[in-house]
C-alpha cells in the first residue's frame, strides 16, 4: 500500500487507523464476542443506537467487521455484525510506505453458508 503524493495515507489504512481510534468503536469490538444486531450491540456496550448504527458503519466500512443476517421465523431477518479480524498490522515498507494488513476472523463462503442453514434448521 503505498502513500500518495501528497504526503495521505491510502484510504484504506486511514479507515483502520480512524475505526481504531475511535473509543466506541473500541469498545463494539471489544463486546462482539458472538454475532448480534445493532439493537443488541447497543444494549450490551451502553451506547446511543444512533451512535452504535454510525460506528458499526465506520468499523464496516474498515473491514473490521463484516455483516450477516439473523433468520427469523416471523420473516423479519435482521443484520448482525461480528469481528472480522484476529491480527491488525501496520507495517513500514522498505519503500517507507504503511501498509496495513487484517489478519483472520472472517469466514469462508462454504463456512458462512453452514451457519445460516443451521440456523435456519434452528428457527423451523
Do not use: N
Given at each position: 500500500?503505498?502513500?500518495?503524493?501528497?504526503?495521505?495515507?491510502?484510504?484504506?489504512?486511514?479507515?483502520?487507523?480512524?475505526?481504531?481510534?475511535?473509543?466506541?468503536?473500541?469498545?463494539?469490538?471489544?463486546?462482539?464476542?458472538?454475532?448480534?444486531?445493532?439493537?443488541?450491540?447497543?444494549?450490551?456496550?451502553?451506547?446511543?443506537?444512533?451512535?452504535?448504527?454510525?460506528?458499526?458503519?465506520?468499523?464496516?466500512?474498515?473491514?473490521?467487521?463484516?455483516?450477516?443476517?439473523?433468520?427469523?421465523?416471523?420473516g423479519h431477518h435482521?443484520?448482525t455484525y461480528d469481528?472480522?479480524?484476529?491480527?491488525?498490522?501496520?507495517?513500514?515498507?522498505?519503500?517507507?510506505?504503511?501498509?496495513?494488513?487484517?489478519?483472520?476472523?472472517?469466514?469462508?463462503?462454504?463456512?458462512?453458508?453452514?451457519?445460516?442453514?443451521?440456523?435456519?434448521?434452528?428457527?423451523?
Amino acid at each position: 500500500m503505498a502513500r500518495d503524493r501528497s504526503g495521505e495515507e491510502p484510504d484504506e489504512l486511514q479507515s483502520v487507523l480512524d475505526a481504531l481510534d475511535d473509543a466506541d468503536a473500541r469498545t463494539i469490538i471489544r463486546g462482539l464476542e458472538e454475532p448480534m444486531t445493532a439493537s443488541e450491540i447497543s444494549d450490551a456496550c451502553d451506547i446511543p443506537l444512533s451512535t452504535t448504527y454510525r460506528k458499526l458503519d465506520l468499523l464496516t466500512e474498515a473491514s473490521l467487521l463484516t455483516e450477516g443476517t439473523a433468520i427469523r421465523a416471523d420473516g423479519h431477518h435482521a443484520t448482525t455484525y461480528d469481528v472480522a479480524f484476529e491480527a491488525v498490522r501496520v507495517l513500514l515498507t522498505d519503500d517507507r510506505d504503511f501498509e496495513v494488513e487484517i489478519e483472520g476472523g472472517a469466514q469462508a463462503p462454504d463456512e458462512r453458508l453452514a451457519d445460516i442453514w443451521s440456523k435456519v434448521r434452528r428457527e423451523t
